[in-house]
Every structure is written in structure tokens, then in C-alpha cells.
């Protein structure tokens, strides 16, 4: 696959959410979506006033409406249930666990503003722990749409598979470069770029950075492979092996916790199989700032310049 990038196409992936949102439910009526009042935010308003009878906002009360998905889940409903990814996955981190995962519940847990893109609003709603604390969580699939075309395609996907997805959405709108017709797959890692130096595993509004690092490094004769990481769990363990060895480096960016963040999750994939020197970009424990995303994600490193930097450091090392 070859991916090239169009700066002035951009939309955020939670935007795209709601077009995938308000085209199931118009496919299929056993689709039903739940807000914690911040459908003009998290993009479920347009479901809600085509499908009235199927939308329920349940008010700044995430735990409640986690629980109130899993039962509905258990009618033969399929449950959308969105709020800010702080709030989501912290907040109703209890109910999440014992009666969504636990159970095994059909629930769509489609979490927007993750990461520290979410900008101005500061380190309170900046969630960078959201991914691990739902990947350590048995049954529960992991994904972070690198644009807004595999966005609509994550949740399409998640609708058709049994159990639950947490899908992790960006407000801040980034360049689209998925094919539009590609489908999205669990388990599988597309290869947006081939090359033999080093490999460059990005995850999220990150991905469209990671190609713009290829380029750099690309001018000054650094092969650098790229690889959307958007199914965090189940892991595409094959993909990432062969990566390991035949570039020998690995550098992983997202904007979330080194710790137990994706990065995490590709060295202990690795570690057993195909070790390799790994170097982890990510928010280094602390919290975030208030600041627009694109000022913070140069602040803490993981644009092009920060990524073709540390790449080209691991790849002459």
C-alpha cells in the first residue's frame, strides 16, 4: 500500500463517527445510541434527530450509562455509547469492567477528545491512559482510527462484531488518507509505507505524522517502513515480527502514556519472538497542557520533525 497525504482534505475522526453512526442506523434498526449529554460534541446529534426513539441521553452520569448499554445489549440491541474519553474510560471504568468486559456485553464504547489533541481545555480532560486501561481488560477489542475514512470503517466493523470495541476518537481534525473503500479489520496492521532502515509504528492522529516523517527521512536516504497501529487489541503480533526483523528498529508514537500505552504493547508482543531496539514516543509521566493539539504534539515531540529525528537517531545507531 502506498499512502500519500493531502494536507488540505482534513476531518476529525469523530465527525466521521457520526456520518458511520447516522448511516447504521438508518441500515439497521437495532442499533441504539446513548450520550452523556455531548452529542453536539461527540457527533451523535445527527442520530438523535433522525432516530429519536433509539437515542438516549442519559446525562453527565457515564456509569449509568454503561451499565444501561450492557443491559441493552442483553435485549439484542447493539449499544453505542459515547462520551468524552476521560469520562468514558475513566469515570465508568468500574461498570466497564464488570458489566460490559466481564460479561462479555455487546457494547460499542466510542470514547471522542482522547489525547492530548483535545487541546485548550488542559490536562483535566487530556485522558492519556485510556488505552491501557482498556487493553489490560479481557474481551475488550482496542481501536484508534488513524483518519477519518478507517474511522467510519472501525465502526462499522465494531457493529458487526460480537462483544465489546472501545474505539478511541480525536477532536482535532487531521489530514484523511485511508483508502475510502478499505474495510477495517481487527487484528491486522496496514503497511502505509515499505522500507528496511527502521520502522515507524504510529497510532491515531499520529499516523499522518509518522508518513510525513517517511518523507523527511526518505531526502536524506533513510528507508523507513510506516505502520498504522488502529487495532491496538487484538494485536497484529505477525506484522510486527516481520517488521522487527527485517528493519531491525522499531520507534512506536501515540499520544498517551509511555507507560502501558501502545508502545508498551508492541515490546511485550516482541519480546518473546522478535526483540529489537524499540524507542517509545509518547507523554513521559506527566499530564498534558492547555495549548492547540498541533502546539502540543510538537511540544512533546511526536510531529514529523520529533519522529524523523528519534528515527533517524535509532536507524544510524
Same mark, same amino acid.
Given at each position: ?9 482534513? /476531518?476529525?475522526?469523530?465527525?466521521? =463517527? ?9 441500515? &439497521? ?41 450492557? %443491559? ?20 465508568? =471504568?468500574?461498570?466497564? &469492567? ?13 470514547? /471522542? ?7 485548550? $481545555? ?25 483518519? @477519518? ?31 475510502? $473503500?478499505?474495510?477495517?479489520?481487527? %487484528? ?26 517517511? $518523507?523527511?527521512?526518505? $531526502?536524506? @536516504? ?32 501515540? #499520544?498517551?502514556? &509511555? ?9 511485550? *508482543?516482541?519480546?518473546?519472538? *522478535?526483540?529489537?531496539?524499540?524507542? &517509545?514516543? +509518547? ?5 498534558? #497542557? ?8 510538537? =511540544? ?5 520533525? +520529533? ?11
Amino acid at each position: 500500500m502506498t499512502i500519500t497525504i493531502d494536507p488540505d482534505i482534513k /476531518t476529525a475522526t469523530r465527525e466521521s =463517527y457520526g456520518k458511520a453512526l447516522l448511516a447504521l442506523g438508518n441500515e &439497521r434498526p437495532e442499533i441504539v445510541v446513548l450520550d452523556a449529554d455531548l452529542s453536539g460534541s461527540t457527533k451523535t446529534k445527527d442520530f438523535s434527530k433522525a432516530h429519536p426513539e433509539r437515542f438516549f441521553n442519559m446525562g453527565v452520569a457515564e456509569c449509568n450509562m454503561m451499565g444501561t448499554a450492557a %443491559g441493552l445489549s442483553l435485549t439484542g440491541l447493539v449499544p453505542f455509547a459515547s462520551s468524552f474519553a476521560m469520562f468514558a474510560a475513566g469515570k465508568a =471504568y468500574e461498570q466497564i &469492567r464488570q458489566e460490559i468486559a466481564l460479561p462479555d456485553a455487546n457494547v460499542k464504547i466510542c470514547a /471522542t477528545h482522547a489525547g492530548i489533541t483535545v487541546g485548550e $481545555d488542559g490536562a483535566s480532560h487530556q485522558v492519556l491512559e485510556d488505552i491501557a486501561l482498556m487493553r489490560i481488560l479481557p474481551n475488550m477489542r482496542v481501536v484508534v482510527p488513524a483518519d @477519518g475514512n478507517e474511522a467510519e470503517a472501525a465502526v462499522r466493523a465494531a457493529a458487526d462484531v460480537k462483544g465489546p470495541v472501545y474505539i478511541r476518537l480525536s477532536r482535532m481534525k487531521t489530514p484523511i488518507f485511508m483508502p475510502a $473503500d478499505a474495510p477495517f479489520e481487527f %487484528g491486522k496492521i496496514p503497511v502505509l509505507r515499505d522500507g528496511n532502515d527502521v520502522t515507524i509504528a504510529a497510532v491515531g492522529v499520529c499516523v499522518s505524522y509518522a508518513l510525513e516523517a517517511a $518523507d523527511k527521512l526518505a $531526502d536524506e @536516504g533513510i528507508s523507513a517502513r510506516v505502520l498504522n497501529v488502529a487495532c491496538v487489541k487484538p494485536l497484529d503480533v505477525e506484522t510486527l515480527v516481520a517488521a522487527s526483523k527485517e528493519t531491525g528498529r522499531i520507534v512506536t508514537v501515540e #499520544e498517551h502514556q &509511555r507507560a502501558c500505552g501502545v508502545g508498551s504493547a508492541i515490546v511485550e *508482543a516482541l519480546a518473546d519472538t *522478535a526483540p529489537c531496539p524499540v524507542v &517509545r514516543l +509518547g507523554i513521559n509521566d506527566r499530564f498534558g #497542557e492547555s495549548g492547540t493539539g498541533p502546539t502540543l504534539i510538537k =511540544y512533546f515531540g511526536l510531529d514529523s520533525q +520529533g519522529i524523523a529525528d528519534s528515527a533517524r537517531a535509532l536507524a544510524r545507531a
